[in-house]
């Protein structure tokens, strides 16, 4: 932790200019980032027919700076993976293509785009699954209160875990394939691998469930699989061990989190991507003493947090060394140019909560206006 001297040293002005933490150089493995804002992973809805689209190119093409990180949206790894409308996949070869225009769109700009590999697990309906089947999970319990938008899932099988297992991989080798710099593997929100993780989900009686190891064990069994086919230079993995996102929650989350950083590291991947124990659902933030420090401490390489980070917020987590990098989520889909304007200390346009999950091509998506004179 730095003192109060460090921080303020960090933020001197220098040659007649404030420094903002923020907006210092930093080295992501092979990556050089020229910042330390990074676009969080944002479900925007507007894959038609689980194919990203177009004018996903003019989206992230807008919020890319040179050396600037973006980690793209949810995507599925199989036809068992989707729980959302008009989200994107990357497991047939149409998807695949469909991707490669976005990453030229953000390598043309100088940005680093890494995909997020996603399974939805229980959090999906008969509606988005092969034949009209139950969705898969570590359990047969449903998301209580939302069993009929989410029905009572189908527990996966022992026999069946290495099958997902190299859904993951086979996603991740298609993510390279489609030219994109690395993947995200999605181990928060609720979300199949965090079904997993948490034993307020996990009932299982088999090496999957029970003790903390076995319930993160198939969870790092994907992250080995994906480092064995991509490299460990190119994956990162994001935990949300204090929320309770879709109803899923941890006795102990802080030893959750903390098992979970040690045992990415020994497996030497590129970052982890936390989010807050503030944040207990999307929008629902509340008051805590727990903190990331723990966690930051026990994972060797590049640490991403997020979760309700201002411009203030954020350089204090860096200049506290809290954390290396802050991907902000709301505050870059309605400010494109978010960093500009930060480095800027210019107004912010407020995100229209409403456009959120619409499925317009350009409302709510592409029509947040930039600064004026902005490049």
């Known amino acids: 932790m730095m003192n109060k001297e460090t921080m303020e040293e960090k933020e001197k002005v220098v040659n007649g200019r404030e420094v903002i933490p923020l907006l210092t150089p930093f080295k992501m493995g092979k990556f050089n980032l020229s910042h330390r804002i990074v676009l969080a992973p944002l479900t925007r809805t507007r894959s038609y027919n ?23 949206e949810a995507s ?83 026999d069946e875990i290495p099958m997902i297992v190299n859904d993951f991989r086979m996603a991740a080798k298609n993510a390279i394939e489609a ?15 965090e079904q997993f993780l948490k034993d307020h989900v996990n009932d299982r009686d088999d090496e999957y469930g029970g003790s903390l190891e076995n319930r993160c064990r198939f ?30 929650k941890d006795s102990d989350p802080q030893a959750l989190g903390i098992y979970m950083a040690q ?15 503030r944040m207990i659902t999307m929008f629902e933030k509340c008051e805590t ?30 200049a506290d060394d809290g954390a290396d990098l802050v991907a902000y989520g709301r505050l870059f889909l309605a400010n494109p140019d978010l ?13 229209d909560r409403r ?6 091509p350009v409302v709510g998506y592409t029509d947040y206006p930039f600064l004026e004179n902005n490049d």
């Not at 994109?180 to 979300?191: K, L, M, W």
């Not at 456009?355 to 317009?360: L, M």
Request: aromatic letters at 10%.
């Open 355 to 360: 456009t959120f999950y619409t499925s317009d």
């Open 289 to 318: 003493n727990m903190s990331l420090l723990p966690i930051r401490k026990a994972f060797g390489g590049t640490f991403i947090v997020a979760g309700g980070y201002n411009k203030s917020g954020g350089n204090k987590v860096v």
């Open 263 to 277: 045992s990415l590291s020994k497996l030497d991947i590129l970052y982890c991507h936390v989010i807050e124990p």
């Open 50 to 72: 689980f194919v990203a689209q177009p004018h996903a190119a003019l989206y992230y093409s807008q919020r890319t700076t040179k050396g600037g990180l973006l980690i793209g």
């Open 219 to 248: 969870p790092l069994m994907v992250v080995k699989a994906i480092v064995d086919e991509i490299g460990s230079e190119k994956v990162g993995v994001r935990l949300s061990p204090f929320a309770n996102y879709c109803d899923c």
């Open 76 to 158: 599925g790894v199989s036809e068992t993976a989707q729980g959302y409308p008009n989200t994107p996949g990357i497991w047939t070869r149409e998807q695949v293509e469909a991707w490669k225009p976005i990453v030229r769109a953000v390598h043309q700009k100088g940005g680093i785009f890494f995909c997020q590999l996603w399974h939805a697990g229980r959090v999906s309906n008969y509606v988005y699954q092969p034949n009209g089947e139950p969705p898969i999970s570590s359990t047969n319990k449903a998301i209580e209160g939302s069993s009929t938008k989410y029905p009572p899932p189908r527990p996966l099988r022992t």
């Open 339 to 351: 960093p500009r304007r930060f480095e800027m200390d210019a107004e912010l346009n407020k995100p």
């Open 179 to 193: 030219g994109i710099d690395g993947v995200e593997i999605h181990g928060a929100n609720g979300y199949l691998i």
